[in-house]
């Protein structure tokens, strides 16, 4: 089971670190991806990790200010938001799959519930 965490309203320019924790099995050989779906707009890639090396991968909306890592001694991926701009409110939901990273959704196997942040002044 995955369980994201640590979502919340913050204002533009601020920052919030997203928790997807794995109970019931190990992550260590589980790539991880983050999603969001904003209010009437379909569901995006964010930002993915890999398993062993923690390559990590970012969609270009993200790129410079958020940051994913790994930490398998807690089996728990974190997504660090850093300068939060509206366009980034969301349902944040992560997801595994076996070994190699992907951004695309399809490709998972395990869901986890969704965290809202909301970024508004």
């Known amino acids: 089971q995955l369980q994201a965490s640590g979502g919340g309203f913050v204002q533009p320019g601020g920052s919030l670190r997203l928790a997807c924790a794995a109970s019931?099995?190990?992550?260590?050989?589980?790539?991880i991806g983050w999603f969001r779906r904003a209010p009437g707009k379909e569901r995006e890639g964010v930002s993915c990790i890999s398993t062993s090396d923690g390559t990590d991968y970012y969609e270009d909306p993200v790129k410079g200010r958020f940051t994913i890592v790994r930490d398998n001694a807690k089996n728990t991926v974190y997504l660090q938001m850093n300068s939060l701009k509206p366009e980034d409110t969301a349902v944040y939901h992560c997801?595994?799959?076996?070994?190699?990273?992907?951004?695309?959704?399809?490709?998972?196997?395990?869901w986890g519930q969704g965290t809202l942040v909301t970024v508004s002044s």
């Open positions: 997801a595994a799959k076996y070994y190699r990273p992907s951004m695309n959704a399809d490709d998972y196997d395990y």
């Open positions: 019931g099995f190990s992550l260590d050989y589980y790539a």
